[in-house]
């Protein structure tokens, strides 16, 4: 059964940095493309990053390029997502995604995957 479980959350003030973590369980980590995922209050989920399987290659949606940054070591079947100079839009429930379409990887971003953590809290106070 696979699992994912999210961590890091939490409250930051504006400009400031955050890391959230992700451990997958019950498969092969390294057997899917990943993602992050968001859903700001009121809003739809929309997708923040993915990353192939391999960790070679990632994607941004493009608002976020150049203050996240997505990673994953396949030997601790963990996924990162760190963010840097955050912003109040920035508040989100954000989750961890598996098994991540290669449609979702570019516009539209369409949210799909077939496997969701149940998500982690980031506030980021003006």
């Known amino acids: 059964q696979v699992q994912l479980v999210e961590s890091g959350g939490g409250l930051v003030q504006a400009g400031g940095s955050l890391k959230l973590s992700c451990v997958g369980s019950?498969?092969?980590?390294?057997?899917?493309?990943m993602a992050w995922f968001r859903q700001p209050p009121g809003k739809e989920r929309e997708f923040v990053a993915a990353?192939?399987?391999?960790?070679?290659?990632?994607y941004y949606v493009d608002s976020l390029k150049g203050r996240f940054t997505i990673s994953r070591d396949n030997t601790k079947n963990t996924l990162w997502l760190q963010m840097n100079a955050t912003k109040p839009e920035d508040t989100a429930v954000y989750y961890c995604?598996?098994?991540?379409?290669?449609?979702?990887?570019?516009?539209?971003?369409?949210?799909?995957?077939?496997?969701w953590g149940k998500g982690t809290l980031v506030i980021v106070s003006s």
């Open positions: 019950g498969y092969l980590f390294s057997t899917y493309a």
């Open positions: 990353i192939s399987w391999s960790g070679g290659s990632a």
């Open positions: 995604a598996a098994n991540v379409p290669a449609q979702t990887w570019f516009p539209p971003h369409d949210p799909q995957a077939d496997y």
